[in-house]
């Protein structure tokens, strides 16, 4: 298993003007993606939401950097790096410093958007060739997340959470919600997990 790279708060800052608006390229509900450019490459940078009432947990991260740790296949977003900082901020309202944790996962760069945005996008018409592409390939990397050992099954997938390369390669992508299923495991689910 290859040991992720770690990745300084000051770098990421750095490589997305101040972690900007203008380095935006998505939103979600636990997550803002910032775009930039590290050791020469484009990167994504997911800087997750560190929120008692709806944020990502220490679980939830770790899962996530784990199983893209063990997720190495053609069809699933690849790992560069993590970033899990804390840092003291001076609050003005009562003068003090308090404590912010930042957790950021960091992913190649995929030119294509994800399938959710293209999908609505109204001049984007792929043909049959390129459709039966996009799914043989979504395929592939469901099929190697499941034949893992132990098993990584995904729990949300969507439009969304497909990444498009410049060649229209679909990648899966957001393992954040995803469990490790051993064999001899059996599960019932009781309530609904994923977003919207």
Sequence with gaps: MTT???ISLSILEDIT???SVGS???RGGFADVYKGVYNGKDIAVKLL???AVRGIDDQQFKNEVGNLLRAKHRNIVQLVG???ETKKIFVERNGDFSEHIYKAICFEYLQGGSLDTRLHDQSFAPNWSTRYNIIKGVCGGLNFLHKC???ILHLDLKPANIL???SMEPKVADLGLSR???QSYTHVTEKAIGTR
């Design 180 to 182: 490790l299923f051993t």
């Design 82 to 84: 993590y970033c899990y």
């Design 17 to 19: 003007n101040g972690i």
């Design 49 to 51: 939401l560190v929120d």
């Design 149 to 151: 050992v132990p098993q």
């Design 164 to 166: 498009l390369d410049s």
């Design 4 to 6: 992720p790279r770690h």
């Design 24 to 26: 935006r390229i998505g």
